[in-house]
Every structure is written in structure tokens, then in C-alpha cells.
């Protein structure tokens, strides 16, 4: 892709990859996709690229069982404080 090194920051200071597909379109040249099954997140967003960490964590085999017990105690954790601060 020879246009992506050419586009400039938005207003949030990122390169938008859209901008330079586009780029690659308007000046004839090739431009494939791929289309997969399986779950995308949104790593450039701050929700996103936690989710995509903890679906990561929850698939792995070798990582399953350890990162689940952790998601549970902190789901219990903050059920907890939340009583606490309603109770109180």
C-alpha cells in the first residue's frame, strides 16, 4: 500500500486506513480484503482493546482456567464494594 505512509493525522491524531484503501481505489491499484469468521474487536477504542484482551484470555487453553478464577473474584470484589457504597 503505497498511500498509507502518506496520509495525514485527524483530529485525534490518528492515520485512518480507510482514507488510504481509498486512495489505493481512486488511483486504480489493487485492493483485497479477506473475508473471516470469528469475533473483531475494536482495539483502537478504550472498551475495545480490554475486550479483546479478556476474550483472548478466555480462549487460550493454558490461560482459561487462571484468567477465569480472576475475572470471577474481581466480578466479586466489585459486587461487594457496590453494597458496601449502597449500604453505607
Not at 495525514?8 to 481512486?26: C, F, H, M, N, P
Not at 485492493?31 to 473471516?36: L, R, T, W
Not at 475494536?42 to 487462571?66: I, N
Request: net charge negative; glycine share 8%; proline share 1%.
Amino acid at each position: 500500500m503505497q498511500n498509507l505512509s502518506k496520509i495525514k493525522r485527524d483530529a485525534v491524531g490518528e492515520i485512518q486506513l480507510t482514507d488510504a484503501i481509498s486512495q489505493e481505489i481512486d488511483q486504480s491499484r489493487d485492493v483485497y480484503g479477506y473475508q473471516f469468521s470469528g469475533q473483531r474487536f475494536d482495539c483502537g477504542s478504550k472498551a475495545g482493546f480490554p475486550q479483546a484482551s479478556v476474550s483472548f484470555g478466555l480462549e487460550r487453553e493454558d490461560l482459561h482456567d487462571e484468567f477465569s478464577e480472576f475475572l470471577t473474584r474481581l466480578k466479586v470484589t466489585q459486587s461487594t464494594a457496590r453494597a458496601l457504597k449502597l449500604g453505607a
